[in-house]
């Protein structure tokens, strides 16, 4: 693949399973003096055909690599017409759509657009097509591990952030024609999406949830479980989350050191027994939709009864606390601490503590109680959403099954 027409300085092969992976490969020297990136890897093939692009890319990042050491500064802002400069402009562009993302959202999103820019940083726009895309989608979906499940998931994802991004670079006019002619084609094709999540957390694993919490002495999982399953409230909105702390903002509230140097968090969004009132009745504004949402905590009798095992003095402050911390949980804690007690009560791996909303909403509609109705009460903005939570509920099959019945009963005694 070599030619003295097509130099590919700082061109590495790396053997894979059918055939070469091709990277371009830093100066271990600049590298150390502060350069990035170290290694970028070159989606193209390992063909005579496509070395005039393996040639072009490489000729490209040892450029900047050798300007960089020279002494000129990489400038984010600049836009060269590749997937990685369209990237970074997309992550720092005040005008982006980045920039209306809620905290939680913006780190779960930027995670996918690192994996985009480190996986296909180097290409060019012009040189994409629907053959790199679909490339793109399989490699993303491939097993983790031999014989494992494919991660469609992550897959899909990953293709719906190229698409927003190409839709970014349309409205700031950044290779417009070709960010037009990329979403056109995506437009036209069609991915496998993942299956539906149909699991729903039984009223029956609830009981038996509460019983081993409170065996356990964790009456904060057992009455965070028990409002999340009767109200369908939110996990976040029922036991909070830590937001950080903006600028040179004092930290005030409950606020709790990040880890490995980042910055303050403040807990906000959860109940405190202030939301409760004499009346415990709750409202509450949900974090997703900002939707108004009322719930009588009194008609709930396992709500009530985990509410009077709190002695009269501890009840301020958040309604959910972690025993063992003094505060409330920690990210990823109560989700951690939830599913020790549930493998105690027997409930299976493949239900999560979020499975609570589905399983509310299956039981109402199986109690006979309509769409709309539990729609108003979840606070969803739009039916079809409240239908996707109902999974397996046979609510209006058994309506119709009566009613069908008796029609049947009428004729015949007719």
Not at 158 to 169: A, C, P
Not at 229 to 253: C, H, N, S, Y
Not at 301 to 308: D, H, N
Not at 355 to 360: L, N, Y
């Amino acid at each position: 693949m070599r030619s003295d027409h097509y130099p590919t300085p700082g061109l590495k092969r790396r053997k894979r399973a059918r055939g070469h992976a091709l990277y371009w490969v830093a100066r271990e020297d600049i590298v150390k003096a502060g350069f990035t990136p170290k290694t970028v890897q070159l989606h193209y093939a390992d063909t005579s055909q496509e070395l005039p692009l393996v040639s072009a890319a490489c000729l490209r990042l040892q450029a900047e690599m050798l300007a960089w050491s020279a002494g000129a500064k990489q400038d984010y802002k600049t836009f060269d017409g590749t997937i990685g400069s369209l990237s970074r402009r997309f992550q720092i562009d005040d005008e982006s759509p980045v920039k209306d993302w809620k905290y939680n959202t913006c780190r779960s999103q930027l995670h996918v657009v690192g994996t985009i820019e480190k996986a296909f940083g180097a290409r060019s726009l012009a040189a994409l097509g629907l053959k790199d895309f679909r490339r793109w989608y399989n490699a993303a979906k491939a097993p983790k591990l031999p014989g494992g499940p494919e991660r469609i998931d992550r897959a899909c994802k990953i293709m719906k952030m190229v698409r927003e991004m190409l839709r970014y670079g349309v409205a700031a006019e950044l290779a417009q024609a070709e960010c037009v002619r990329l979403l056109t084609i995506l437009s036209a094709t069609e991915f496998k999406q993942p299956a539906r999540r149909r699991v729903r957390l039984e009223h029956s694993q609830v009981v038996a949830f509460i019983a081993k919490a409170l065996e356990a002495d964790r009456i904060s999982l057992a009455l965070g479980t028990a409002i999340q399953f009767e109200t369908a409230m939110r996990q976040k909105d029922v036991i909070g989350e830590w937001l950080p702390v903006k600028g040179l903002e004092k930290p005030t509230g409950i606020v709790l050191r990040g880890r490995r140097g980042k910055g303050w968090r403040r807990w906000s969004n959860g109940l405190t027994w202030a939301d409760l009132g004499p009346d415990m009745i709750v409202r509450k504004a949900t974090t997703k939709t900002s939707a108004l949402v009322g719930h009588d905590l009194k008609v709930y009798p396992s709500v009530m009864e985990l509410i009077s095992r709190v002695p009269a003095e501890k009840r301020v402050g958040p309604l959910i606390v972690d025993e063992t911390a003094g505060r409330p949980y920690a990210e990823f804690a109560y989700a951690r601490d939830w599913r020790v007690i549930a493998r105690s009560a027997g409930i299976p791996d493949t239900v999560w503590n979020m499975d609570a909303r589905a399983g509310a909403i299956t039981e109402a509609e199986d109690a006979g109680t309509d769409i709309e109705t539990i729609r108003g009460g979840v606070g969803h903005t739009q039916a079809t959403t409240t239908v996707r939570y109902s999974r397996g509920a046979v609510g209006k099959s058994r309506a119709i099954a009566t009613s069908r019945n008796a029609h049947r009963t009428g004729k015949n005694g007719a």
